[in-house]
């Protein structure tokens, strides 16, 4: 599938979301900064996995789902399946008590079964919801991209299922799990795969992609969204992240600082290591605080600091860019030599 740099570019703005909610949490849960962050992500995922199933050719159905799965596994298990691996053998108690739900991707759901509180592994529920949509859509999609008008058809019915949960508790017993669960976070997903077939199909409209006045509404309406809560607020996030999405891998932005900063070769770079951030972040800040960090400040003297001894109660100025630097060195380091040559091996086993 053809490479979109501004798509890398995007991936940086979801992880950078991400850490400002798990390392600056003053600021990110007043910005929705980490729901936004991960929903962006998944209306990413939608769109070039769906893509790449539209695009797949040669072999039957059951050739195309494995060599699909193959290819997947290479990229997303090595270095979720090392993390458990090391957890556990460091006995960490929560790994070694739902290890079959982290193993089997499902941790979702024991997160919110278990009611389990802040631990270094849950943001692992993205993942497994991740996971679970990558193990069925391509049934979807195979089977019914011949037939491109009913898989838009089911796709709407799939996305406006998953909104009206989230948004209305039309199954109010599977409620608690709107947050995690994929039947509600699939809205986003099939939001970005509505997109894929759509361009598949149609010519995507010129006039309003193109438009300078739409692209500053979409952006004001984003910011807007982030900063306010109100009533359809996940189903606009993920509108505007298709809109994103799209333009990104099919045109440029009339705000000519938007595309240079989406093609930053060190924002691109970020945006290539973005699953690693993610997998190490949240585990990194656990350790670091609870072994470093925390030991250090709290043993400082803050009343001797005259005005700024409010810094004692605003770690995060001082966490936010250290731990995100340090995600990004060791994200950095897994990709070269633990990633990389293991998705060297992806055209070799299971070439298109």
């Not at 209306?43 to 290819?71: D, H």
């Not at 608690?176 to 509600?184: A, F, I, P, Q, R």
Request: glycine share 6%; aromatic share 20%; proline share 3%.
């Amino acid at each position: 599938m053809k490479y979109f740099a501004k798509i890398d570019g995007l991936r940086f703005i979801a992880i950078f979301l991400v850490l400002i909610e798990h390392f600056a949490d003053f600021i990110g849960s007043k910005i929705s900064a980490g729901y936004y962050g991960v929903d962006l992500f998944f209306v990413i995922s939608g769109f070039l996995i769906t893509g790449i199933l539209l695009r797949s050719e040669g072999g039957s159905f059951r050739k195309s789902y494995f060599r699909f799965l193959g290819r997947r596994t290479l990229r997303i298990f090595p270095i979720y399946y090392l993390s458990i691996f090391i957890l556990w053998l460091s006995g960490l108690e929560i790994v070694r008590e739902k290890i079959a739900w982290l193993l089997l991707y499902s941790y979702n759901y024991a997160w919110v079964a278990f009611d389990i509180p802040y631990t270094p592994v849950n943001h692992f529920w993205s993942l497994g919801v991740e996971e679970q949509f990558y193990l069925f859509w391509p049934f979807v999609v195979l089977s019914l991209r011949s037939k491109p008008k009913l898989l838009i058809t089911l796709i709407l019915l799939i996305v406006a299922f998953g909104f009206s949960q989230f948004v209305f508790n039309i199954i109010p017993s599977i409620s608690e799990y709107n947050n995690v669960g994929l039947l509600t976070r699939m809205a986003s997903l099939g939001m970005g795969a509505l997109g894929a077939v759509y361009l598949s199909i149609y010519k995507a409209p010129d006039k309003l992609m193109k438009n300078r006045v739409v692209e500053i509404s979409m952006f004001v309406i984003l910011i807007v969204t982030l900063l306010f809560d109100y009533k359809l607020k996940v189903c606009v996030l993920a509108l505007t992240s298709l809109y994103l999405v799209i333009k990104s891998s099919k045109y440029e932005f009339s705000l000519n600082f938007v595309n240079t900063f989406l093609t930053n070769k060190h924002i691109v770079y970020i945006g290539t290591i973005s699953y690693g951030i993610y997998v190490y972040h949240f585990i990194l800040q656990s350790y670091i605080t609870t072994y470093l960090f925390d030991p250090v400040w709290n043993g400082i003297d803050f009343s001797k600091f005259g005005v700024f001894e409010v810094l004692k109660w605003n770690s995060w100025i001082f966490k936010f860019p250290l731990y995100s630097l340090i995600s990004i060195v060791i994200a950095s380091l897994s990709f070269k030599y633990i990633e990389k040559p293991i998705l060297k091996l992806k055209d070799k086993l299971f070439k298109y």
